[in-house]
T-cell receptor, first 114, second 110 residues
Framework: DAGVIQSPRHEVTEMGQEVTLRCKPISGHNSLFWYRQTMMRGLELLIYFNNNVPIDDSGMPEDRFSAKMPNASFSTLKIQPSEPRDSAVYFC????????????FGPGTRLLVL | GQQVMQIPQYQHVQEGEDFTTYCNSSTTLSNIQWYKQRPGGHPVFLIQLVKSGEVKKQKRLTFQFGEAKKNSSLHITATQTTDVGTYFCAGGYNNNDMRFGAGTRLTVKP
């Protein structure tokens, strides 16, 4: 199994631009999580999906952030417009059953907004 | 609300010294998981504890789950430079929610 796949691995963009992060969960997993990690705030849960349905999006910072999961094998996290404070590593993780199970993390996307 | 506190935030040790990180939940947990993140890497699952008072070992790592299922610890005996990284606990709750601690960043001086 290839594990959780994220793209791009690195993204550098200018303030105001739209950023789209992509995630392919492990085949057979039915829960998907988006996290943001910074030195100041640590690992923050942004949103999680179960069976492609958003269950908890209370961690999404503001309306500039949106996430979709159109099918079981693909999810996107979009930031529009991006701001320098959005610079962070964004991780996607997947698991089966639900949030209480072992989570398998992708390699992350390192985002830098100038 | 449900949250998991983890201390210390940082720990610097001399190689060969022991290391311990602690997690505490405000409410009873259904399980607790531990993850390790190497510098520049992503969190990787280490172990899960489910039972009250449970103790599990992985070589030099010892994981404990408190009797009340509200706290947990990870102890590393005789640290090595390969132990460097950030150790996270993640508490699972009965409502199927899971919360990560802030992590403890371990550095080891050779």
């Amino acid at each position: 199994d290839a594990g959780v796949i994220q793209s791009p691995r690195h993204e550098v963009t200018e303030m105001g631009q739209e950023v789209t992060l992509r995630c392919k969960p492990i085949s057979g997993h039915n829960s998907l999580f988006w996290y943001r990690q910074t030195m100041m705030r640590g690992l923050e849960l942004l949103i999680y999906f179960n069976n492609n349905v958003p269950i908890d999006d209370s961690g999404m910072p503001e309306d500039r952030f949106s996430a979709k999961m159109p099918n079981a094998s693909f999810s996107t996290l979009k930031i529009q417009p991006s701001e320098p404070r959005d610079s962070a590593v964004y991780f996607c993780a997947s698991t089966w059953t639900g949030a209480g199970e072992t989570q398998y993390f992708g390699p992350g996307t390192r985002l830098l907004v100038l | 609300g449900q949250q998991v506190m983890q201390i210390p935030q940082y720990q610097h040790v001399q190689e060969g010294e022991d290391f311990t990180t602690y997690c505490n939940s405000s409410t009873t947990l259904s399980n607790i998981q531990w993850y390790k993140q190497r510098p520049g890497g992503h969190p990787v699952f280490l172990i899960q504890l489910v039972k009250s008072g449970e103790v599990k070992k992985q070589k030099r790592l010892t994981f404990q789950f408190g009797e009340a299922k509200k706290n947990s610890s990870l102890h590393i005996t005789a640290t090595q430079t390969t132990d460097v990284g950030t150790y996270f606990c993640a508490g699972g709750y009965n409502n199927n929610d899971m919360r990560f601690g802030a992590g403890t960043r371990l550095t080891v001086k050779p």
